[in-house]
């Protein structure tokens, strides 16, 4: 007999562009940290206000990743904010900044309580281009992490690297094959190809040759037809 199901949320999967953009984070420890340094590796501008900060965050600080103010919040810290994080430890602050983001309709997520968020961060790989995020809407982060893990090992260093090579490619390609279908029966050579298998060994330079084989009989092809 299968579980009753209960009322959970539907999370609508995004990826959002924070470059440039004046992000929040409230609150100086570990989570906080975490939560800054995602952000920073995206190319936010990150204000963090707590009166403490943790070791970490205060080198980032004096390396100039982020600004810091010593103190509490203050409801006039969220004036043109993009994106807020509560992260202090202090339940009433989470809830305040959670409440006052809801009002002016600024993204929230808040740490110690997911139900209040306007988002949560699911667990993530990062190879290069390549991001894979494995979210269980909340109920259990821990079998999000040991799937993490199960992928990390799928998913090696190797598929960045390929993604910057097509990357690379991609303004030969338009100009050799215009019509879109043309370009994806490319790729699908590709990627069915040994190149992955040369990356993975470190073999760069045959990784090359294997893709300019692929497109030059490509080339060839469509000359005839």
């Not at 009433?92 to 009002?103: I, K, P």
């Not at 100009?175 to 069915?192: G, N, S």
């Amino acid at each position: 007999m299968e579980p009753e199901a209960k009322t959970q949320k539907s999370y609508y999967p995004i990826q959002l562009d924070v470059q440039g953009k004046p992000c929040l984070v409230v609150g100086g420890g570990s989570v906080a940290r975490r939560k800054s340094a995602a952000l920073i590796d995206c190319g936010a501008q990150v204000m963090v206000i707590s009166p403490k900060v943790d070791p970490v965050l205060q080198a980032m600080v004096e390396q100039g990743e982020l600004h810091w103010l010593a103190r509490a919040f203050q409801p006039t810290d969220l004036v043109d904010v993009f994106l807020a994080i509560a992260a202090t430890n202090d339940r009433d602050t989470n809830r305040l900044v959670g409440q006052l983001c809801q009002e002016r309709r600024i993204l929230c997520n808040i740490a110690d309580a997911p139900d209040e968020s306007d988002f949560i961060n699911p667990s993530t790989i990062e190879r290069g281009p390549l991001s894979i995020a494995i979210s269980t809407s909340g109920i259990s982060p821990s079998l999000a992490a040991r799937i993490r893990q199960e992928l990390e090992m799928a998913y090696g260093e190797e598929y960045g690297v390929y993604l910057l090579l097509l990357a690379d490619l991609r303004p030969r390609m338009v100009e050799a094959f215009p019509e879109p279908a043309e370009r994806t029966r490319v790729y699908d050579q590709i990627l069915a190809s040994r190149v992955l298998s040369l990356l993975r060994n470190g073999l760069m330079d045959e990784a090359r040759r294997e893709i300019n084989a692929i497109l030059q009989t490509a080339l060839a092809r469509k000359k005839k037809n």
